[in-house]
């Protein structure tokens, strides 16, 4: 089995893949005060809970944008399992099927490089990438594989909560469209304003990056699949008609097929960390 983690900056998700399936998920808070110990703690009662072995973990790969946690997580999987993880970073980038401008490779989010190799394997033509994490970010790849650039803006919840962090009067609300946008009382009101804002900023951005992208490249706007992941694509998903595809494990599959790519290609001893 192989296990795969992907730390973000609210949530760490672990998973086990057994051969193509993704059989377990688990979600723990991440928190940079907790130790590697802490850490192993929690997965090995997530294992023991699901009757998994660690014994059974026979290949692991590890993707972070949380930098203080790297090295806590490096040392927590070879303990517990006993495997050096693959590491997605600039060392593997040129192993990948997609690829990374000079100017970007030591700046772009790892779980972005996973969105964006999932992506163009799984689909083979020029794309969009709209993942609704912490940040909403929009990755445009081109049809030869080439991330051609990055749209990042606050999520949809980064912006609710700032406003309710931010304010004396206004509460937190669900994120869920409005009846209309004329807001007749407070939690319909920012409703309107985040929600539908959300839903217009994400179409107006999709529709100037596929102009952008065609006029670069000279992909017809129209064959650029725009695709959404993440736990907060939801929210938008009822309301608007711009995502041809959703898949919110897209980033935990980009982990896998890195990991397939990355381990067939690299001889085990080589360092990838």
């Avoid at 997965?43 to 203080?68: K, M, Q, W, Y």
């Avoid at 839903?199 to 065609?214: F, H, Y």
């Avoid at 129209?222 to 897209?250: E, H, M």
Wanted: hydrophobic share 45%.
């Amino acid at each position: 089995m192989l296990l795969a983690i992907d730390i973000g900056n609210t949530n760490i998700v672990a998973t086990l893949f057994h051969d193509d399936e993704l059989i377990h998920t688990w979600r723990i808070f991440s928190d940079t005060r907790r130790t590697g110990d802490e850490y192993r703690a929690i997965l090995t009662s997530f294992f023991r809970d699901a009757g998994v072995s660690v014994a059974s973990i026979t290949s692991c790969v590890l993707s972070s944008v949380v930098p203080v946690l790297i090295g806590q997580f490096v040392g927590l999987i070879e303990h517990l399992t006993g495997r050096k993880p693959i590491l997605v970073n600039p060392t593997i980038f040129p192993l990948l099927p997609v690829k990374i401008p000079e100017s970007a490779v030591h700046e772009i989010g790892s779980d972005l490089v996973c969105n964006a190799v999932e992506a163009y394997c799984r689909y083979r033509s020029p794309c969009i990438v709209v993942d609704f994490g912490t940040a909403l970010t929009f990755t445009a790849i081109g049809a030869d594989g080439t991330l051609l650039g990055i749209a990042i803006t606050p999520g949809i919840g980064t912006a609710r909560n700032a406003l309710f962090n931010n304010t004396a009067q206004l509460p937190s609300v669900p994120l869920e469209a409005p009846p209309s946008s004329l807001g007749t009382n407070t939690i319909h009101s920012i409703q309107a304003g985040i929600v539908l804002g959300y839903k217009g900023l994400v179409e107006s951005l999709i529709n100037r990056m596929k102009t952008d992208m065609s006029a670069q490249t000279g992909i017809a706007a129209d064959t650029i699949r725009i695709i959404a992941t993440g736990g907060l694509n939801s929210v938008l998903k009822p309301i608007t008609d711009v995502f041809q595809n959703v898949d919110k494990s897209l980033t935990l599959y980009g982990l896998k097929r890195i990991a397939d790519i990355v381990g067939a290609r690299t001889p085990p001893e080589s360092p990838l960390i």
